[in-house]
């Protein structure tokens, strides 16, 4: 069946630096990447997606980026704050007709020290 | 307007008993699903519904695990014969589509 991999399981990084996870997908028809955000004790929330005719996408100081090819894409966060600590889940769906399940990945809990 | 509501927010229940957990998805919406959350673990799938088609039921986790959405909208989860095992956050979605999904608060359900 239909599978998502992400790495790493906790990630830890000073302010300012960088971050970034990954993901792979199983199914190659996946067309649809989305990445959400979810604070302690709050329900997940989506920050940024990505559709399969697109290779890399950026909000602000994040970015998505997609390898088809591979099955495998990347959430990239710049100048790191505080406020990013949180739990990161990838996603991977078929986005057509009835067709619409989302998996996510295990999750990657992201620690930004001030 | 009104995001997905689920109730109740908090159930204990005894093992062996059955529990039912309900979903009230964001008027319109056509895609309804309903995840598993175990403790600091990721999102398991367990089932998707989308407009009038035969719901995606390939994530239950056994026959204990059922779920219906009546008239297109309110979505109900029941647990049969409730084990340890099912202690979790249970969470409801739904969407336009297929995105993006608006997540309820979830359901802390804990079977003593």
């Known amino acids: 069946g239909e599978n998502v991999e992400q790495h790493p399981s906790t990630l830890s990084v000073q302010e300012g630096d960088s971050a970034v996870i990954k993901c792979t997908y199983s199914?190659?028809?996946?067309?649809?990447f989305p990445w959400y955000k979810q604070e302690l004790g709050k329900r997940p929330q989506l920050i940024i997606d990505?559709?399969?005719?697109?290779g890399e996408k950026k909000d602000q100081r994040i970015a998505v980026t997609l390898n088809k090819t591979a099955k495998h894409f990347s959430l990239h966060i710049t100048e790191t704050q505080p406020e990013d600590s949180a739990v990161y889940f990838c996603a991977a769906s078929r986005r057509s007709g009835n067709t619409g399940k989302l998996i996510f990945g295990q999750g990657t809990t992201l620690q930004v020290k001030p | 307007g009104a995001g997905v509501s689920q109730s109740p927010s908090n159930k204990v229940t005894e093992k062996g008993k059955d529990v039912e957990l309900r979903c009230d998805p964001i008027?319109?919406?056509?895609?309804l699903y309903w995840y598993r959350q175990s403790l600091g673990q990721g999102l398991e799938f367990l089932i998707y519904?989308?407009?009038?088609?035969?719901?995606?039921k390939s994530g239950l986790p056994s026959d204990r695990f059922s779920a219906e959405r009546t008239g297109g909208s309110v979505s109900t989860l029941t647990i049969q014969r409730t084990q340890q095992e099912d202690s979790a956050v249970y969470l409801c979605?739904?969407?336009?589509?297929?995105?993006?999904?608006?997540f309820g608060n979830g359901t802390r359900l804990t079977v003593t």
């Open positions: 979605a739904s969407s336009l589509d297929v995105a993006p999904l608006h």
């Open positions: 199914d190659s028809a996946s067309n649809y």
């Open positions: 519904f989308q407009g009038n088609s035969a719901p995606d």
């Open positions: 008027s319109g919406h056509t895609a």
């Open positions: 990505i559709r399969s005719n697109v």
